[in-house]
């Protein structure tokens, strides 16, 4: 399968992430758990970030895996 990760990092720390097979945004930091909260709320960008595996993703992903195998 495939998971979509999009981290928030700030001085090469990640501080907040969301994980497509969580489905929502994981704080790791005061400041990333008080975001996690805010966006897990707001259901625009909560099902933006939801959407990407989708979007994004799955539709690129042959070509990704092709380029991968033809180094390989």
Do not use: M
Not at 9 to 27: I, L
């Amino acid at each position: 399968g495939i998971e979509f990760i999009d981290s928030y990092v700030f001085n090469k720390a990640e501080y907040v992430r969301f994980n497509s097979t969580v489905g929502r945004f994981v704080g790791y930091t005061e400041h990333g758990l008080k975001n996690a909260e805010a966006w897990n709320s707001d259901a625009g960008i909560l099902g933006q970030e939801q959407a990407e595996l989708e979007r994004f993703c799955k539709p690129n992903a042959d070509i990704y895996y092709s380029a991968i195998r033809d180094k390989t």
